[in-house]
C-alpha cells in the first residue's frame, strides 16, 4: 500500500548542524507534519549528545535547577544502574530514570516535500522544568488559521504533554501543560466534533493498566475532560506492548481516518490505521489486524534505536497522503499512499 | 491542635451491613464531608470481601466483563505473585495488580455530626469498566446549589479519578472520568479563582517522577487543563513517600487553607496544612514542616493497613473545623480544632 520514497532518508543527523559546539547530533526524528503557504514544513526531534565520550562512563544530559545545560555522568558497570537500553538509563534504588540524549524540536521546510532544509537552531527548546530532560515528539494540527503544535515534555516530574500555538510559525505561544504526567502521543483533531475539539491520548497507567488509546473533549483545546478509552493492544502480536496516536487524524468521505503506532513486547514499533464516523471519534468502524506499515528498509531495521517507524504527522496532496515518520529513532523518511487504498484496505477488513 | 473526639472511632465495619450475604465489610474509611439541609453527610468508603475464606488463598474481588461479581484466586505460596501488602497482590510475569477488597460508597448522615447512621446499601456502586476494582475516597464540594463528588475509580485500566453530581444526594448524575490514569487525590474547590474553576491533583508518573500535588483549572468542572506543580516531598521524612490532596480548600480570611496527606517511605499517612492566596492557589504562602495531624491513637496506629490517618473531607461549625479521617484504612473518626490554631500554627512557621 505504502511506496518509500527513493530519497530515503530524508532528514539524517548528518544533514544537521548540532546547536552547540560540544554536542553532536544523534537523532532526526518524529516529526510532525503540515503544509504552510504552499511548503511542507516538519517540526522535527533532534536529539543531541555531548560530544565528550568515555568508553566507560555515559554522560545523560539535562537541563539543570539553574537553567543550566548539565551532564549526569553514569558508570557501565556500576551495578545500581540499568544501562542496557540505548536510549536512557535506569536507577534500581530509586527507580529513576535518565535520558542519555536531550531533544529538541527544529523547523525543516521543504518546497517539494522530499528536500528539506533544517534550521540550526531550536524552533521550540526546553523551557521550564516540565522539559528538563528535553522535549520530543512534536504533532501539528491545524484549526482555522491558527496551528496547534502539542509535544512530549520530559523531566524529573514525569513525561506530560505540552501545547503551544502559532500563526506564522515565527511567534510561538505557549500554553502550559495540556496533560500531567504521565501522558503522551496526544494527536488533536483539525475541527470540532458536536461543539467541543477532539484529541486522542495515551496515558501511562503504570502496573495497574495497559497502554491504550484514549479520548478527551474540550471546548478550547486547553481544558480537556470526558475521557474515553478508544483502542486497546492485543494479548499478542504486533499492538500488544502498547498503542498510541500517532499523525493527527484526517476528515474523509469514509470518516476519521487516523494513522496510530503501536509496538510489541520487544519494542518493534509499527503503525496501524482505524476509521471513525464524523460525528463520534470513540467508535472504531475498521480497524487495521496487521501493521499498514512496518520496519522493512535497512534504515528502519537497524539504527540507533532499531525495527522502529514511528509517526508524528503526514501531509495529504491531492489524493495521495504523503506519511512523514521517524526510522530507528535516527532518521526522517517518507512513504506515500493513495488515503482511498487505505480506506479500502480497512474495509475489506485486512 | 487537634482533639481527638472521645467516641472515636465514629464509624467501624461492625457498625456496617455487608451489601451481600456473602460478603464481610472489612473497611469503613476515607470520607467526604458536607453540611446538607442542617445534617452532617459522609460518603463512606466500604470496603468488603467474601466471607470464603481459606488460608492458603488470597480471593480478590473485581466485576468481570460480564458485569457480575468475580473472585480471582491466588495461592498465597504462589511464587508469581506478591502476597505481603494486606490491600492489594501483585502478579510479577504482568506487573499487574490486584485488590484483596471491593469497596464502594455508601451515605451515612448524622444531625450532630458525631452519631452517624450508615446506609445498608451503595450510595455509588461500580458502573462501568474503569471501575471494575471498585470506586473509593469520595470528596464532595459544594459550588452554588450543586454538590460535586469526585472519587477513585480503580480497574485493569489504571487508577483513574471519576466525577458525579447531586442536588439532593438522592439523584446522581454520572460525569464521566474527570482525569485518566493514573490520577487520584483530587479535590475542588468551592467556587471559581479568576474566572476559572479550580482543583488540586495527583497525577503519578511512574518510574520516570514523583507523587506530587499539581493544579489545573476549569470553566465547567469537566475539562481540565492548565495543569501546574503545586506541592512536592521532601527527599526525608514524613512526607518522603508520596503527597497529595486531603480535604477541599476551605476559604479563609488568611487564604485558601488546605489539609493534605503525605506518607513517608514505610507508608507512615500524616496530614499536612497550607495556606495559598485568594486569588493564586498555585503559590504556598505558608506550609507545615512536619504533621498537623499523625497515627498515634491505638484504632490510628494499628488496625487493616496501620499508621495511617486520611482526610477525604471536613466540615467548618462556627469557627471549629471537623476533621473526618480514615484511620488505619478501616475506621472513621473525628477530629477537631479551631480553624485559627491551624492558620497560627502555619504563619509561625511549624
Redesign the interface.
Known amino acids: 500500500m505504502f511506496t518509500r520514497h527513493p530519497l530515503n532518508p530524508l532528514i539524517t543527523p548528518a544533514s544537521v548542524r548540532a546547536s552547540r559546539p560540544d554536542y553532536e547530533v544523534i537523532g532526526t526524528f518524529n516529526a510532525g507534519a503540515t503544509i504552510y503557504k504552499g511548503e511542507t514544513l516538519l517540526l522535527v526531534r533532534v536529539a543531541e549528545r555531548p560530544l565528550k565520550t568515555d568508553p566507560d562512563w555515559i554522560f545523560c544530559p539535562y537541563i539543570g535547577a539553574d537553567g543550566e545545560l548539565t551532564l549526569r555522568s553514569v558508570r557501565r558497570d556500576d551495578p545500581d544502574y540499568d544501562t542496557h537500553d540505548p536510549r536512557l538509563v535506569?536507577h534500581h534504588p530509586t527507580?529513576?530514570?535518565y535520558l542519555t540524549s536531550l531533544s529538541h524540536v527544529r523547523l525543516a521546510r521543504s518546497t517539494d516535500g522530499v528536500h528539506f532544509t533544517t534550521a540550526d537552531q531550536p524552533w521550540l527548546n526546553t523551557d521550564s522544568?516540565?522539559e528538563a530532560y528535553g522535549v520530543e515528539d512534536a504533532r501539528i494540527t491545524r484549526v482555522d488559521d491558527m496551528y496547534w503544535i502539542n509535544y512530549t515534555a520530559?523531566?524529573?516530574?514525569?513525561?506530560?504533554t505540552g501545547l503551544v500555538s502559532t500563526r506564522d510559525f515565527v511567534t510561538v505561544e505557549r500554553r502550559?501543560?495540556?496533560?500531567?504526567?504521565?501522558?503522551r502521543d496526544v494527536v488533536i483533531f483539525p475541527q470540532k466534533v458536536n461543539g467541543l475539539y477532539v484529541c486522542y491520548?495515551r496515558?501511562?497507567?503504570?502496573?495497574?493498566?495497559?497502554l491504550?488509546m484514549?479520548m478527551?473533549?474540550?471546548?478550547?483545546l486547553?481544558?480537556?475532560?470526558?475521557?474515553?478509552?478508544v483502542l486497546e493492544g492485543n494479548a499478542d502480536g504486533w499492538d500488544s506492548g502498547r498503542i498510541g496516536g500517532g499523525a493527527p487524524p484526517i476528515l474523509t468521505d469514509a470518516g476519521w481516518l487516523s494513522i496510530y503506532h503501536a509496538a510489541d513486547q520487544n519494542n518493534r514499533y509499527c503503525l496501524g490505521a482505524f476509521l471513525t464516523p464524523h460525528d463520534d471519534p470513540s467508535t472504531i468502524l475498521y480497524r487495521s489486524k496487521t501493521p499498514i506499515f512496518e520496519p522493512e528498509a535497512s534504515y528502519e531495521t537497524s539504527g540507533f534505536f532499531g525495527n522502529v517507524v514511528f509517526t508524528c504527522g503526514l501531509t495529504v496532496q491531492g489524493d495521495m497522503l504523503r506519511l512523514y515518520y521517524g526510522a530507528s529513532d535516527e532518521t526522517i523518511a517518507l512513504a506515500e499512499a493513495p488515503v482511498q487504498a487505505i480506506i479500502d484496505h480497512l474495509k475489506a477488513g485486512n
Chains 1, 2 share one sequence.
Open positions: 535506569k527507580k529513576a530514570v522544568p516540565f520530559v523531566s524529573s516530574h514525569g513525561i506530560a502550559g501543560i495540556m496533560f500531567p504526567p504521565s501522558n491520548h496515558p501511562m497507567p503504570g502496573e495497574f493498566g495497559q491504550s484514549w478527551a473533549t474540550s471546548p478550547d486547553i481544558h480537556w475532560g470526558n475521557h474515553q478509552l
